[in-house]
């Protein structure tokens, strides 16, 4: 009968220990995590997608994947016109750190579009891999701002302001830019341009004059971008995918790790519904900093 005890006791205990292993596996699995034993060698695939307004999504993910140690090489998925550029240069500067300081490969693909800040962020790659009729380039600042001074007179309304400076206020959607306010404006738009303009000379390796030919604001295809030095090789995501097996000693069809996807909420369908899509419409005007100027790396 004792006996018995202590092995009805000993199953018990073994089952809830490969139960907590299954839990704990199954955990990691969806965050992404390393499972040792169970998945070696692979490469990690970072998506940047959509207007670049925050960098904590790539930079978690970026952290994540460093730390994992059977992540042997790097592929961003970019599909970005660009966007802010505090996020887009934070997210460069976090991977030109991890290509400076660990020798796993690098390598960035440009999707439909990679563009201004979404080509920012591909510099720092070993390679920059690109479709033949992907929209990149599109180097330059934007600052947009939205002027309702008619309208606000029209329905009869005021803005009282109380500031501590003459330039307090600059951006104002109740009045129009003085020519000094532009000209303030201007010098930041140059000065924030001239990073851009740097990034690309020191990632690329090419002269700042065969950089200014073609920073002015233009889109490129893919191909264009190759002949002018703006990328490296033209090719798919596999093809990218396949480089970065190749160059982490993984060969040419290595396993891969990517995010798992953000399911749908209750709060997405809720936005789908007739009547408050002019919250989606208000979302977009506030990227686009009609609704709150900033400086974006972003392509129209």
């Known amino acids: 009968m004792a006996w018995n005890r202590r092995s009805t006791v000993l199953g018990i205990v073994l089952l809830l220990a490969v139960s907590a292993a299954g839990v704990v596996v199954a955990f990691q699995l969806w965050l992404g995590g390393y499972i040792p034993l169970v998945s070696e060698g692979r490469v990690a695939i970072i998506p940047i997608q959509g207007i670049i307004d ?40 976090e991977l030109r750190k991890l290509r400076e300081e660990d020798n796993r490969p690098l390598i960035a693909w440009i999707g439909s579009v990679g563009a201004s800040g979404g080509y920012y962020v591909a510099l720092p790659a070993d390679s920059i891999f690109a479709l033949p009729g992907s929209i990149t380039g599109s180097i330059g600042v934007i600052m947009q701002f939205a002027n309702a001074e008619g309208l606000l007179d029209k329905v009869g309304i005021g803005l009282e302001v109380v500031k501590s400076g003459q330039f307090k206020d600059t951006g104002s959607p109740a009045r129009p830019l003085s020519d000094e306010e532009r000209e303030i404006l201007q010098e930041v738009i140059h000065d924030t341009y001239g990073q851009f303009v740097d990034a690309i000379t020191d990632s690329r390796g090419m002269e700042r004059e065969a950089v200014l030919e073609v920073a002015d604001g233009r889109i490129l295809s893919g191909e264009r971008a190759m002949s002018v030095g703006l990328i490296d090789r033209l090719g798919t995501l596999p093809d990218a995918i396949a480089a970065a097996g190749e160059m982490a000693g993984l060969g040419s069809d290595p396993k891969t790790l990517r995010p798992t996807q953000r399911r749908a909420t209750w709060i997405d369908l809720i936005g789908q519904i007739p009547g408050l899509r002019w919250m989606e419409f208000l979302g977009r005007l506030d990227e686009s900093g009609a609704l709150t100027p900033s400086l974006r790396y972003q392509w129209q």
């Open 54 to 93: 925050s960098d904590r999504a790539v930079l978690r993910t970026l952290d994540r994947y460093r730390d994992d140690s059977s992540v042997r090489a790097f592929v961003l998925e970019i599909s970005s016109p660009g966007g802010g550029v505090g996020p887009s240069q934070s997210i460069y500067s």
